[in-house]
């Protein structure tokens, strides 16, 4: 079963309202932690993405009457079933949305700014989405002079305007392109919506927008301009084929003034609707066949090569084939993008995790005298980890509940117990005992225990050898037998609790239900804090 993709999902517009704000975020990630939300499309899925990426907002009651003296930018949740929110970044957008306005409840939705975003993944994703776009415009560059140097290599005037408006046809082309796998661009969308009876949407998305019933006319759109971009170059590049190619780029071009007329007529007559996108593609088709037809007749050599022909219609059917597997991969992979979305708003239910977790076994986690803890004590969520010091999973599953207590700094903390691996056979001193025993030296009681502890696990794991790790916290005291007693007591309650691999998490005494990762969990803290809090003091 093919999921059903929304035309305007909520979260696209608050990833433009937040990049609008010049907040720092990868659009996709910030889109999936919305759509998977579980209470998806409500205000409760924006609230908890917000919290999660650090980001401060208010939201309040406010009257109609109000909001063109309130500041912008704001956005406004539409009481219309499909969790539509309005993006208003001036009083014109008010004017544009008198309508949706009619379905407003009065709450009102404000972000004070957080350039930097506390997630980490948020962050190596926004720094890879803006080298991906470097690489991109480079590209296109490098593409676009590629084929643009054979006209400085034999410059004709005629050659050079075709060229140009192959190119605008051909941009035109990738925006329609886009607006079919959901890509959407706000001068674009402007332009497209801008006066009165005008819709692209309804032009291209009608079935009479479709030649042989799957060619839509986006796709030739971008095909015809990509192979005419293509040709006018080699013709201005080899003179020998130049006669051959700009009969066949004539020959298409009177073919498309039929499919022109048609779409003024289909525009004017029968849909009474203007789509501005066509008709810029419509502009340029007709003032390219006189310029062609002055280029054809021009060309000094009139022979024509059957190798051409061949190649050209080679050229073409790749081209076709190419545009339209791309496009198909790339609908299946937002389909199944928007398929785990809707998986994962299931998974990440507080009643279906709630429920898994009363099923898991439940251990001991009653503190030991001198309990290695992050966060704060009395936080209401309490996850105890099995780690071992030389183990590279627990390593990153220390470095992402270190971050998620940074988060939920109230709400969560971290009791860490050590399995005895030691690696070390030239220390006499085992790696945990020496951490034990300089965190009771120096960072037990103080102050900044809990920032100070974080430290000293993160740094242990960046070295894993404690010869290095002595360099970086030297100690000259020896190990007391309290530490050592310490040191067995967290083994024997590995042992008891039966763990058999490391990282192994339990909440609130019982382990993590399988399938469910840290990554999960942060999703679910804030609904997880609600519900134990409920639990703990019940109405």
């Known amino acids: 079963m093919i999921a059903t993709l929304t035309a305007n999902p909520m979260e696209k517009t608050i990833t433009k309202f937040l990049q609008f704000q010049k907040i720092h975020i990868s659009k996709n990630y910030v889109e999936k932690i919305i759509s998977s939300h ?10 908890d993405a917000f919290e999660r990426l650090g980001i401060d907002y208010s939201a309040w009651k406010i009257s ?15 009481s219309n079933g499909e969790g539509d929110i309005l993006f208003v970044k001036s009083k014109k957008d008010l004017n544009n949305n008198e309508e949706k306005l009619n379905n407003w409840e009065g709450i009102i939705v404000k972000t004070e700014g957080a350039k930097e975003i506390n997630d980490k993944k948020n962050r ?15 590209l296109m560059g490098t593409i676009s002079l590629a084929l643009l140097l054979p006209f400085l290599r ?29 890509v959407q661009y706000e001068s674009v969308e402007s332009f497209c919506n801008s006066g009165t009876n005008t819709s692209c949407d309804r032009i291209l998305n009608s079935e009479d927008a479709k030649i042989l019933g799957f060619l839509k006319f986006s796709d030739v759109v971008f095909i015809y301009f990509t192979f005419q971009s293509i040709t006018l170059s080699f013709s201005a590049y080899s003179t020998d084929s130049a006669a051959t190619l700009l009969l066949i780029l004539l020959c298409m ?9 048609f779409s003024f007529y289909y525009q004017y007559f029968k849909v009474k609707v203007w789509c501005k996108l066509c008709l810029v593609v419509n502009a340029v088709l007709i ?10 007749t021009q060309t000094s050599s009139p022979e024509v090569h059957l190798t051409e022909l061949i190649g050209s219609a080679f050229l073409l059917l790749i081209l076709v084939a190419a545009i339209l597997l791309i496009k198909a991969l790339m609908i299946r992979a937002r389909e199944v993008d928007y398929a785990h979305s809707i998986n994962n708003r299931v998974k990440n239910s507080i009643s279906v995790f709630t429920h898994l977790l009363s099923q898991e076994r439940k251990v001991d986690i009653t503190p030991f005298q001198n309990e290695i803890l992050i966060g704060k004590p009395d936080a209401v969520i309490k996850i105890t980890m099995a780690s071992n010091l030389y183990c590279n999973p627990c390593r990153d599953q220390h470095e992402k509940l270190a971050e998620l207590i940074s988060i939920y700094p109230k709400a969560i903390n971290l009791t860490i117990r ?15 005992q020496y951490i034990l025993q300089y965190w009771k030296n120096n960072i037990l009681h103080e102050q900044d225990e809990s920032k100070e502890t974080e430290k000293l696990i993160h740094n242990w794991f960046k070295l894993m050898d404690l010869n290095l790790f002595k360099i970086q916290y030297p100690m000259h005291d020896p190990i007391d037998e309290s530490v050592k007693a310490l040191e067995k007591t967290h083994s024997n309650w590995i042992l008891e609790s039966h763990i058999s691999h490391t990282p192994t998490l339990f909440i609130n005494g019982r382990k993590m239900p399988k399938y469910y990762s840290t990554d999960d969990l942060a999703v679910l803290l804030p609904s997880l804090v609600d519900n134990l809090k409920n639990q703990l003091n019940p109405k």
Do not use: R
């Open 418 to 432: 050590f399995l005895n691996t030691s690696q070390d056979s030239t220390n006499s001193i085992t790696p945990i």
């Open 154 to 182: 034999s410059f004709s005037a005629i050659h050079f305007i075709l060229f140009g408006l192959s190119i605008i046809g051909l941009s035109v082309g990738y925006l329609l392109i886009a607006k079919d796998l959901g």
């Open 124 to 138: 190596e994703l926004y720094q890879k989405e803006a080298i991906n776009k470097i690489l991109f415009i480079l």
């Open 253 to 261: 071009s009177a073919l498309s003034i039929p499919v022109v007329l």
């Open 64 to 78: 109609k009457e109000q909001l063109s003296e309130t500041a912008f930018p704001y956005m406004l949740p539409i």
């Open 287 to 296: 003032l390219q066949l006189p310029l062609l037809f002055l280029l054809a």
């Open 38 to 47: 579980p209470d998806y499309p409500s205000l409760l899925s924006i609230a």
